[in-house]
C-alpha cells in the first residue's frame, strides 16, 4: 500500500521557535510537496521538489525553507515560527510521470 | 500564477438530489484532477481528465473537461450523504488546487 508519513499529526510551538516538519514516502517518487490549508483559502502551495536535492518555490514560500537529501524524505523548515504559520500542513508525492498524488494525513501546527 | 476558481464554496442539499461543483480558470491545464478530502485526512484523487471535451464517470460521478481545457465540472446524481466531504479540483504540474466546495448532505 501507497504510504506517505508525516511525524507528527499535533504540533504546539512557540513563537520564534526552529521547526520542522517531516514527510516520508515509501514509493520512491521523485516529486513531493508541502502545502498548507487554511478556512476559506483551499491548499496553498508553499515549496515542491522534482526530485533529490531540487527544490522549487510554490506560491507562498515566505517564512518557510525545504530540505531534500535523500529521494524519500522532504522536510518543511519554519525558521522562526510566528502565530499566522499555524495551520494545517500536507505534504504529497507522485511519480514523476504520474497524474495522481498522495497525501499525509498532515500536521496541524498551532505556533503560540 | 495560475489561479483555479471552485463554485459553489459551500452546498447543503437533501438526499437524493443532483448537484454540479464548478471549477473555472483563465489558464489552460494540460490535466485537471477532483481530489475528495475527509475531515483529519490528506485529499485522494477520484480521478484525472486530460482530453478537452472529456467526460469520465465514476458511479453516480460525472466529471467533465471543457473544450478549451480552462473549465471543469462535477456532477453527482443521487447525492447520498456518503458524498459528504470537502472536493477540490487541481490543476497539473504544480499541483495548484481550487479552494474547494465543502458539500453536505442530508438525510
Known amino acids: 500500500d501507497v504510504k506517505v508519513t508525516q511525524s507528527s499529526r499535533y504540533l504546539v510551538k512557540r513563537t520564534g521557535e526552529k521547526v520542522f516538519l517531516e514527510c516520508v514516502q515509501d514509493?520512491?517518487?521523485?516529486?513531493m510537496f508541502w502545502y498548507r490549508q487554511d478556512p476559506g483559502l483551499g491548499l496553498r502551495l508553499i515549496y515542491f521538489s522534482y526530485d533529490v536535492k531540487m527544490k522549487e518555490k510554490g506560491d507562498i514560500p515566505e517564512g518557510y525553507s525545504v530540505s531534500r537529501e535523500k529521494k524519500e524524505r522532504f522536510s518543511l523548515i519554519l525558521e522562526s515560527a510566528s502565530t499566522n504559520q499555524t495551520s494545517m500542513y500536507l505534504c504529497?508525492?507522485?511519480?514523476?510521470?504520474?497524474?495522481?498524488?498522495?497525501f499525509g494525513q498532515g500536521t496541524r501546527l498551532t505556533v503560540v | 500564477t495560475q489561479l483555479l476558481e471552485q463554485s459553489p464554496q459551500f452546498l447543503s442539499i437533501q438526499e437524493g438530489e443532483n448537484l454540479t461543483v464548478y471549477c473555472n480558470s483563465s489558464?489552460?491545464?494540460?490535466?485537471l484532477q477532483w481530489y475528495r478530502q475527509e475531515p483529519g485526512e490528506g485529499p485522494v484523487l477520484l480521478v484525472t481528465v486530460v482530453t478537452g471535451g472529456e467526460v469520465k464517470k465514476l458511479k453516480r460521478l460525472t466529471f467533465q473537461f471543457g473544450d478549451a481545457r480552462k473549465d471543469s465540472s462535477l456532477h453527482i446524481t443521487a447525492a447520498q450523504p456518503g458524498d459528504t466531504g470537502l472536493y477540490l479540483c487541481?490543476?497539473?504540474?504544480?499541483?495548484?488546487f481550487g479552494k474547494g466546495t465543502r458539500l453536505h448532505i442530508l438525510p
Open positions: 514509493m520512491d517518487h521523485e516529486n
Open positions: 487541481a490543476g497539473y504540474d504544480k499541483i495548484i
Open positions: 489558464s489552460v491545464f494540460s490535466s
Open positions: 504529497a508525492s507522485r511519480h514523476n510521470s504520474a497524474f495522481e498524488a498522495f
